[in-house]
């Protein structure tokens, strides 16, 4: 047993202060990117899970993870990374959407037909973050990352970013 | 052959398709039409990339001869390359990017809808994962489609051309061996045939809606299988490789 003065609790606790590098206001266990903990006789295993397959941003994670444990005096650190369950925009928190919205990105509308194969659904209602209208528009499905799509408001005509539900 | 090889060789298939069609999204990067186009464009080619690099580095597990992702993405020569002939085809103009794109993530999008169910945990997650992003990338050609093919009659013209000449690689995809033969036996892999079908639903339901004319299937170049190519892929992997064969020692 690797002598840890830490359980998996504290560890958790640790890494569930990291920020999402593109979105600081959110952390990663709000994104739902922290997935498990494992301290075992030999090291502590990280697992974690990627947003999009070629999300930039998971190298930092990992980087970040092993810093912040290296801050604690755990050297033996393994990341893990784990494709299934894929990751679903499903598990962020009421909270996280609505840290997401203050920041001035609109959160992902559960329950849409953004799913939809061929063609995106007119229906749905994605609410700017700034005047909190309705009355917006999709100007691209990609956005400044590869989580976002590009919106513009009819009402404050600011352009924002709706964070997609996949 | 041994269940192993192939489903090495089968990681690759899908795996090269991924990083050859990343490569060329990315080479969009700054001379996208408009600005929105240009980021959604390198948008795809990440999404496109991150999917080459789970499969690159399965298949490097399965070999255990320690090659990385990254050995396999850059290290290797333009004969022991996997991918779709679409996936290598010249950008062209942004419709043909358009018409290439669309072919390519419809039968993406079919074989990882039938990929999720495979008897490899590895594969299936892989599936499952990159299928929700290829949904993004079928829908983005799609609505595209139809804007230039129902839009103007010079766009019309020009992405029906497209798809004239685009045709002729699109029996590769769904060409199969013994690789298949063996994996489908083992419920890893699916038969293309059943892909096609899907495919084929598809392709004439977005063809029709912007009143494009599909194309008569006549001769078929063919390719993949044996990871013979056209032309065009020595020329990208040259200059995709440029960094790692200048610098063989680079680190990030």
């Known amino acids: 047993m690797v002598s840890l003065k830490y359980t998996k609790d504290d560890i958790w606790g640790f890494l569930a202060e990291i920020p999402d590098p593109e979105i600081p206001v959110i952390t990663i266990e709000e994104l739902g990117v922290l997935r498990d903990v494992e301290i075992t006789s030999e090291k502590v295993i990280i697992t974690i899970t990627p947003t999009y397959t070629g999300c930039p941003a998971m190298k930092l994670f990992e980087d970040e993870i092993i810093s912040t444990l290296k801050s604690k005096g755990i050297e033996k650190v393994e990341i893990k990374m784990v494709y299934s369950p894929a990751w679903t925009t499903d598990w962020m928190s009421k909270t996280a959407k609505e840290k997401l919205r203050n920041y001035g990105i609109s959160p992902p509308v559960k329950g849409t037909e953004d799913k939809g194969v061929l063609f995106s659904s007119d229906k749905k209602i994605v609410k700017c973050p700034q005047c909190n209208s309705s009355n917006t528009q999709l100007k691209s499905q990609f956005g400044s990352t590869a989580c976002k799509a590009l919106y513009q408001c009819n009402d404050c005509l600011e352009p924002f970013d709706y964070f997609k539900c996949i | ?252």
């Open chain 2, 1 to 252: 052959m041994e269940k192993k090889d192939a489903l090495i060789n089968y990681c690759l298939r899908l795996g090269d398709s991924s990083l050859i069609l990343g490569q060329r999204m990315a080479e969009w990067c700054s001379n996208g039409p408009i600005l929105e186009e240009d980021i959604a464009m390198t948008n795809l080619s990440l999404d496109l990339i991150g999917q080459a690099r789970t499969l690159l580095t399965y298949a490097g597990e399965l070999e255990g001869k320690g090659r990385s992702e990254d050995d396999l993405a850059y290290r290797r020569e333009e004969r022991e390359y996997y991918n779709t002939l679409l996936s290598e085809r010249p950008n062209g103009h942004f419709g043909d990017t358009v018409v290439r794109n669309f072919l390519h993530s419809a039968f993406s999008y079919h074989l990882y809808q039938a990929l999720k169910n495979s008897s490899d945990e590895m594969i299936a997650a892989h599936a499952a994962k990159s299928l929700k992003e290829v949904t993004y990338h079928l829908r983005h050609s799609s609505e595209w489609l139809i804007r230039l093919g129902d839009g103007t009659t010079e766009s019309h013209e020009k992405v029906q051309e497209s798809l004239d000449n685009l045709w002729e690689f699109t029996g590769d995809l769904f060409e199969m061996n013994e690789v298949d033969e063996i994996l489908i036996k083992e419920g890893i892999a699916v038969d293309l045939n059943t892909v096609k079908n899907d495919w084929d639903k598809t392709i004439n339901e977005v063809l029709d809606r912007a009143t494009l004319t599909r194309p008569q299937d006549a001769y078929m170049h063919s390719g993949r299988l044996e990871a013979v190519h056209s032309e065009y892929l020595g020329h990208l992997i040259a200059e995709m490789q440029f960094l790692q064969r200048a610098y063989p020692t680079a680190k990030w």
